[in-house]
């Protein structure tokens, strides 16, 4: 079955780490999104990327970086620069304009 | 910028009633959407709504969309405890040039009680 996996499930940081949470479609779905999603609130976009090889800031870039060498893959990396990173990340990936974006189960990112 | 608000925030239902769950957004929008969210999972697209006066209906749930009002509504008919979630709007941004960004409004926790 076509989807997003997202992994790990949960993950720890400790101060000063950086980390980096995958995310791989299978859906070739050219666009793919990172959201991060806070208790009790809607999804802010991190960052998108509309094909490989190119990205874009969304509303809360700072302290967090992507890559998109295949068109599968657009991991993000939560840097020591990103000071409360403790939240609920999806990452999402929509095919044609217009069309709804699919979402993976999400990694839980937590600070030791 | 396009800002979604939803209300209610939290809607508590008992079994077999009626009730709407209303989405406002800021400025011109091309395309609504609607998602369901289950406690610690992942979203569930519902409905798609991209035209003025656009109604899709699935079981229970009823969205439309009214491009004049900027506004849309899921509305939720003789309720069971199975559609207790967290809905979420959402509407389409030309973003840098980018046709597929979503500014989401903070959800809707739908909890329905027998």
């Known amino acids: 079955d076509g989807g997003i996996t997202q992994s790990p499930k949960y993950l720890f940081r400790k101060e000063g780490q950086n980390v980096t949470l995958s995310c791989e479609q299978n859906?070739?779905?050219?666009?793919m999104y990172w959201y991060r999603q806070d208790p009790g609130q809607g999804l802010r976009l991190i960052y998108y990327?509309?094909?490989?090889?190119?990205?874009q800031k969304g509303d809360i870039a700072e302290g967090y970086s992507v890559s998109r060498e295949k068109k599968e893959s657009f991991p993000l990396t939560v840097t020591s620069a990103q000071k409360n990173p403790t939240a609920f990340y999806l990452c999402?990936?929509?095919?044609?304009?217009?069309?709804?974006?699919?979402f993976g189960d999400g990694t839980r990112l937590s600070i030791l | 910028e396009l800002k979604v608000e939803q209300n209610p925030l939290f809607l508590s239902m008992q079994e077999g009633k009626n009730y709407t769950i209303y989405c406002n957004y800021s400025?011109?929008?091309?395309?609504l959407y609607w998602y369901r969210q289950d406690p610690g999972k992942s979203l569930e697209s519902l409905f798609v709504l991209l035209s003025n006066g656009a109604v899709k209906q699935e079981g229970r749930l009823m969205a439309s969309l009214d491009t004049k009002a900027r506004l849309s509504t899921l509305h939720i008919t003789a309720a069971v405890h199975d559609l207790s979630a967290t809905y979420f709007c959402?509407?389409?941004?030309?973003?840098?040039?980018?046709?597929?960004?979503?500014?989401f409004g903070k959800g809707t926790k739908l909890s329905v009680k027998p």
């Open positions: 990327s509309q094909i490989v090889n190119d990205f």
């Open positions: 400025t011109t929008s091309d395309r």
């Open positions: 999402a990936s929509s095919d044609r304009e217009y069309q709804p974006q699919h």
């Open positions: 959402a509407g389409g941004l030309n973003y840098g040039g980018s046709q597929g960004n979503l500014i």
């Open positions: 859906l070739n779905h050219d666009a």
